[in-house]
């Protein structure tokens, strides 16, 4: 019996415990024993102080005044490519002015000054209907290098300086299905620390040849000079060829201890929301997919590194057992990083500011879009 139906059954026989006489109470007492398995002593305080029925709490329903802007909200909230609230609320700003500037979307005054006072909270809970997860898991075709792994120095994330652009994590994601015999297409995935630009390249395969020459367009894409590489252990980077690559373009080239994905969490990261998100799990093994996957990869350049926001850790605090982890307020697009940069120069930054105007994020989103139904075949 629950403590609910007790506090009931005693508040009944108090009535009666009150209107008794002195020899009647006696029963009562062991009647309500029997039946709660109160102890006698419990038994007669409880009916002389029986429990208070608690009041049911009435709440106010009021109309959130965030409602009449829901469905602009939710138009940037598409635009945006479904971002959490947190990396949402900082990139309305841009976005609205962005489509705005291109005809996408027309708003008042009003609607204006509630897009733009409108928490991340309040985000999540307008949109929170219209929010679909889905999670899919594929394999991993990363195989060891041994081979002058002793003459590549070993970096974990804590050795290089995360405030100078141009120090990139590199990755392969293979898309091979759910088997890895046959020949399929790669991505290989860069991303810078300090600024977070992700650039991709597929190519097919995993031949050293083609692998450094989608190195050579991520560094014509990147809008600073490549400085360094920091890969995992494939045997795709851990050879000569590659090392040489490095030493002739004058780039340090470093990789990550065996076994430790979270030497290279900034790439990690992106393999899953950046290559997973768009080019999915399904096996690519042609050379039109090819062709569609790279021109889907320069469209997602410019959508992600000109309009969406990254959460950058500004640092870490232990506190007993537990950590602390401090992120940069608000969340920046990459392109924000980079024009903070010094080591860019003024008209280096000009040229990108130019290249941002002309930039429509709905229509970058609608021409990817277009080429994941060509790609996929749906």
């Not at 031949?207 to 252990?233: C, Q, V």
């Not at 992600?304 to 950058?312: A, D, I, P, S, V």
């Amino acid at each position: 019996m629950d403590i609910k139906t007790k506090h009931v059954i005693v508040r009944r026989l108090t009535k009666q415990y009150r209107r008794a006489s002195k020899k009647q109470h006696s029963s009562l007492i062991e009647q309500l024993m029997e039946i709660t398995d109160y102890s006698r002593k419990h038994a007669m305080w409880i009916l002389k102080h029986p429990p208070r029925p608690r009041k049911q709490r009435r709440w106010r329903r009021r109309s959130s005044p965030y409602r009449c802007i829901l469905p602009k909200l939710k138009k940037l909230w598409v635009v945006s490519d479904a971002a959490c609230g947190k990396r949402f609320g900082p990139m309305i700003p841009n976005l609205l002015d962005a489509l705005q500037r291109h005809r996408e979307i027309t708003v008042s005054a009003k609607e204006k000054q509630l897009l733009l006072s409108i928490s991340p909270a309040t985000v999540d809970r307008l949109l929170s209907p219209s929010r679909k997860r889905l999670q899919l898991k594929g394999r991993s075709s990363t195989k060891p290098g041994s081979l002058l792994k002793h003459q590549i120095p070993i970096r974990i994330f804590t050795q290089w300086s995360d405030q100078k652009p141009g120090f990139v994590e590199i990755d392969l994601v293979a898309h091979c299905g759910e088997s890895l015999s046959g020949e399929y297409l790669n991505t290989l995935d860069a991303t810078d620390i300090a600024t977070h630009w992700t650039e991709c390249v597929g190519f097919m395969g995993r031949s050293r040849w083609f692998a450094t020459e989608a190195m050579d367009t991520i560094k014509g894409r990147l809008p600073f000079k490549l400085k360094g590489i920091d890969s995992d252990n494939d045997a795709l980077f851990i050879n000569a060829h590659f090392m040489w690559y490095c030493q002739e373009n004058k780039l340090t080239f470093t990789r990550c201890r065996p076994y430790r994905k979270n030497d290279q969490a900034h790439v990690e990261q992106r393999n899953n929301s950046v290559v997973r998100k768009y080019a999915e799990y399904q096996r690519l093994e042609t050379p039109r997919q090819l062709q569609l996957l790279n021109r889907m990869y320069e469209r997602l350049s410019l959508y992600r590194n000109f309009f969406q926001t990254t959460m950058k850790l500004k640092k870490k605090e232990r506190l007993g057992s537990k950590m602390r982890r401090v992120y940069e307020k608000p969340p920046k697009t990459p392109y924000q990083r980079v024009l903070e940069c010094k080591e860019l120069s003024a008209k280096q930054k000009l040229r990108l500011q130019k290249k941002y105007q002309l930039l429509n994020p709905a229509a970058l989103l609608r021409d990817i879009r277009k080429l994941q139904k060509q790609l996929f075949g749906y």
